[in-house]
């Protein structure tokens, strides 16, 4: 399995607080994003990264943000978490020596906003 | 804009039985394409891509994928179901235009009857 530790694992809060979620990497691969699942929606892209400072927004980027200052570590930030923000979120990397490759994923992360 | 469909929420076939789930796909330019498979509490798993050549791709666990450009379609198959393949399936594009990100479908879920 790739190296991928996303952390927590779950996650309870309470609405209006801030929350940080952590993806580390120990492959070394340039691109990670920040992905949310959601039942009828598939996974869709909240940011992801192409590079240390190199951010960029996905389609589902409102209430969140981002920050990758090492290239091991990208972490995902709900400035003020609401109850929509409640989600199973995953992060995923990919090498960029060659564009066709896959994506790898980490185990996820359980966030119920209450 | 690059997107997959996967017209199928559920898909339920009898084990011992071919299965197959269904895939389409709307690009520009030569498609990247992607299966993953995800097993309850777990992150997404890699199973077969479609970058270029044989239109026949042959994967992890005995799973395999018909590539047809005229039809824009990736359906995954399988000659044989298990009762172990009951899992939630994903189709993925990945952006070749600049940003490199994976688009992923609302995913199928397949269930396999003993």
């Known amino acids: 399995d790739a190296g991928i530790t996303q952390s927590p694992r779950h996650k309870v809060t309470e609405t209006g607080t801030p929350v940080t979620l952590r993806c580390h990497q120990t492959?070394?691969?340039?691109?990670m994003y920040w992905y949310r699942q959601d039942p009828g929606h598939g996974l869709r892209l909240i940011h992801y990264s192409y590079g240390v400072k190199d951010t960029d927004k996905g389609e589902v980027s409102d209430g969140y943000s981002v920050s990758r200052s090492k290239t091991e570590d990208f972490l995902l930030t709900l400035e003020s978490a609401t109850s929509s923000q409640t989600s199973v979120y995953f992060c995923a990397i990919s090498e960029s020596r060659t564009l066709n490759t896959e994506a790898f994923f980490g185990q996820g992360t359980r966030l119920t906003v209450v | 804009a690059q997107s997959v469909a996967q017209p199928e929420d559920q898909v339920n076939v009898a084990e011992g039985n071919p299965l197959t789930v269904k895939c389409t796909y709307s690009v520009s330019g030569n498609p990247y394409l992607f299966w993953y498979v995800q097993y309850p509490n777990r992150g997404l798993q890699f199973l077969l891509k479609?970058?270029?050549?044989?239109?026949l791709v042959k994967g992890s666990y005995g799973f395999e994928a018909e590539f047809n450009k005229s039809q824009t379609s990736f359906h995954l198959k399988k000659p044989s179901a298990l009762v172990s393949d009951s899992a939630l399936y994903f189709c993925a594009v990945r952006d070749m235009l600049g940003t490199y990100k994976y688009i992923f479908g609302t995913g199928t879920r397949l269930k396999v009857l003993a």
């Open positions: 492959e070394n691969h340039r691109y």
């Open positions: 479609y970058i270029t050549g044989d239109n």
